[in-house]
């Protein structure tokens, strides 16, 4: 039954009055930390205006209301774990939610409608598989959508769009990973739904919605109740569940987390000063300024903001502490490949053998993938030959989130430049049979939280960069992966390419609304690549060229 709400009444002298009563699970908090126990009341006298008087209580309402979410959300000690049919019918308790509290709102049908198209075509439609692109009359249901790859990389959109955090806080419902997910999941099948019934509202029909009716019953499950400690590790944890961070993020913001949990007993006590004092320590010989600085204050700042938008937290205290860095001196004007190091790398690379070890195959192939698409060496080190597909006349490799991580977690295809296809690409993936090219073991990607620490494909990518550090190229300002997608892009403006197709292949957002509205497909990607010219390893063009790309020629 959803609970009464508080209205705004007018005495008969004109003044204007409301009261909130205290719900009974929080009231002794509530009057620990705010003085009353069982109600708020509301006050204003005649002379304020209607108005204003409705917008001071509206802030006034959700004042108490945020106290008492923030309440409900500190004393939630253990989360609870969910079966399927459980976390369909908690969806249907968000369904619910989520209509009452945006039935009123004034939006056109249209509104609604095109957040449905959104939700369908910008992010969904885009997590196809490639088995799908090439056959889609087989899959006109889109069975695919329930494939683990694609609720992974889906399921922050929804848990955004349907706000699903604001519900669960304001029921006072704390979820494990695992039913934290499977709940997202079961909301995500009735988002549309949901969008359709308030299209159906801002259109005047409030018939009766038979999609409650389809929801299973949800029997309210008691959490554990603790005097309300937080530990730091505690929010760390809890935001690494509900965000899915990739494993990289996690590892690297453990050591943040695990420090400050040792530090701080509760992370509701933590405040600016104790927060600055704590930071301002933490440089020494091991650690720079620069690290405590980005890596330490970026991770703190990020969970804390996350914690206190989640009412699990008051405030951020890592919001405005500032961590004074030396100014660096820097002797290299790129980060792009001169012409020397990229010709270097790439020799080196045509004298591995395909046919050996994953090694051998990822130091023939990867370093050139990359100059000629830009992509992340991870991207790239994880392919698989079922990745590598023909539409036309053109090949394409698909960088998808089903093969390993990708930064962006959103599939994108990827141009193969003739100058690949005539080195033998084509006939090295063949041989792979569909499965990977550069390592031997599958890339385990789950979403019970329980990932190794790296894939095979990620301890590849390092082993790569380990490689091209052996071959002289040391310089500590320059990344011996990453310095080929500044050599691409680099090389691609100067052969005239439209930064709209540079963008695309790379995998760099937009630059604008608009661009977006103008996203390029594959095959104005194939045709792009066309006017990237090869690269050549003849002694006789080193120096030919003024620019810090790698040596190419149009030949």
């Known amino acids: ?265 509760d992370a509701h006590d933590i405040d600016f000063v104790s927060a600055k004092a704590w930071m301002n320590g933490l440089a020494d010989e091991g650690r720079s300024a620069k690290t405590v600085a980005t890596v330490w204050r970026t991770a703190l700042k990020t969970v804390f903001a996350w914690g206190a938008n989640e009412r699990l937290i008051k405030s951020n205290p890592f919001r405005d502490v500032r961590i004074s860095v030396p100014r660096q001196n820097i002797e290299r004007e790129t980060k792009a490949f001169t012409p020397e190091e990229a010709r270097l790398i790439l020799i080196a690379a045509s004298q591995c053998d395909d046919t050996q070890s994953y090694d051998e195959r990822a130091r023939r192939w990867v370093p050139w993938i990359c100059a000629y698409s830009g992509a992340r060496a991870g991207e790239i080190a994880q392919l698989r030959g079922a990745d590598i597909y023909q539409r036309n006349e053109h090949y394409f490799a698909r960088l998808t989130p089903s093969a390993g991580r990708i930064k962006t977690r959103r599939a994108r295809s990827i141009p193969i430049h003739e100058h690949l296809l005539a080195q033998g690409f084509l006939t090295f993936v063949e041989r792979a049979k569909g499965g990977p090219l550069f390592y031997r073991r599958k890339n385990r990607v789950t979403t019970d939280g329980e990932s190794p620490r790296q894939t095979p494909s990620e301890r590849l990518r390092g082993r790569l960069g380990s490689w091209v550090r052996s071959l002289g190229i040391t310089d500590p300002e320059l990344s011996p992966n990453h310095a080929w997608r500044h050599t691409f892009k680099a090389q691609a403006a100067r052969a005239g390419m439209d930064e709209r197709y540079s963008d695309a292949i790379t995998g760099h957002a937009p630059a604008s609304m608009g661009r977006a509205y103008t996203k390029p497909l594959p095959e104005d990607l194939a045709e792009a690549i066309k006017i990237f010219p090869r690269y050549r390893l003849d002694d006789s063009l080193v120096g030919k060229f003024s620019s810090s790309a790698a040596t190419p020629d149009k030949a």
């Open 1 to 265: 039954m959803a609970a009464r709400m508080s209205g705004l009444k007018r005495s008969p002298s004109g003044a204007y009055g409301a009261r909130k009563v205290i719900p009974k699970d929080v009231r002794v908090a509530y009057a620990s930390r705010f003085g009353l126990a069982w109600e708020e009341k509301f006050y204003l006298s005649s002379a304020v205006s209607e108005h204003e008087a409705k917008a001071r209580f509206g802030e006034w309402l959700a004042e108490i209301e945020t106290r008492v979410a923030q309440l409900r959300a500190r004393n939630a000690a253990s989360p609870l774990p969910l079966t399927r049919r459980e976390a369909h019918g908690l969806a249907g308790r968000w369904y619910v939610w989520f209509i009452e509290k945006h039935e009123q709102d004034i939006c056109t049908p249209g509104h609604w409608k095109n957040l449905g198209d959104t939700l369908i075509w910008d992010v969904i439609r885009p997590q196809a598989p490639i088995d799908y692109e090439m056959r889609p009359t087989g899959d006109r249901h889109w069975d695919w959508k329930a494939r683990p790859d694609v609720r992974n990389a889906i399921r922050p959109a929804i848990a955004a769009e349907a706000k699903t955090a604001n519900f669960l806080a304001e029921q006072a419902i704390s979820l494990t990973p695992n039913a934290l997910d499977l709940f997202n999941d079961a909301v995500g099948d009735n988002l549309m739904a949901a969008f359709s019934r308030l299209e159906s509202i801002a259109r005047g029909n409030y018939a009766a919605d038979e999609n409650v009716a389809a929801f299973p019953e949800y029997l309210e499950l008691v959490s554990p109740r603790s005097a309300g400690r937080l530990k730091v590790i505690d929010l760390f944890k809890a935001w690494a569940g509900a965000v899915k961070p990739a494993n990289s993020t996690v590892d690297r913001w453990s050591v943040v987390f695990n420090a400050a949990d040792k530090h701080f007993l």
